[in-house]
């Protein structure tokens, strides 16, 4: 089983209440078992809601914000859904595509907290928990790459 970040299938959920449809995301959803996850979403952010980033070792809005909190619930949030998802399938997490360079999903390069748009070495805060048990992720922009 893979997860997929949601705005990459075009749902509703980008901070400025856009997606990011990705075709060859979806054309991988549909022909792999995946969920769609959105960390942000299920902390029950709003959407639309201010951009965030990384500052440091804490995620700020754009207008100086801390939503380290909910975002740190929703990656511990989607990450139990995932698990419980995997166990009811019978099936295990085999990797994730999330949204590059996001506060949450980001994978090995995040923004860096300017709103500049320049990015850093990092992990978004779901990106590493999924990480740190040894799932592997990549971004839309490695779908094919042969990755998975």
């Known amino acids: 089983m893979y997860l997929i970040s949601g705005c990459l299938l075009g ?9 990011n449809y990705n075709k060859e995301v979806c ?10 996850v959105c960390p942000e979403g299920s902390s029950g952010l709003p959407t639309p809601r201010p951009p965030a980033e990384y ?15 909910a975002f740190e619930r929703g990656a ?3 990450l139990e859904r995932a698990f419980d998802e995997a ?6 997490i085999e990797g994730a595509v999330l949204k590059a360079n996001s506060p949450s999903c ?20 779901f990106a590493a928990k999924l990480k740190e048990r040894g799932i592997k992720v990549i971004s839309e922009k490695e779908i094919n790459n042969g990755k998975f």
């Open 106 to 125: 980001g994978s090995d390069k995040i923004y860096d907290g300017t709103f500049s748009g320049r990015l850093v070495q990092g992990d978004g805060c």
């Open 11 to 19: 749902h509703n959920c980008k901070y400025n209440g856009g997606n």
């Open 55 to 69: 500052v440091g070792r804490r995620i700020l809005d754009r207008e100086g914000t801390d939503v380290t909190e």
């Open 87 to 92: 166990r009811r399938r019978g099936e295990t």
């Open 27 to 36: 054309d991988f959803y549909e022909n792999h078992s995946c969920v769609s």
């Open 76 to 78: 511990a949030l989607s």
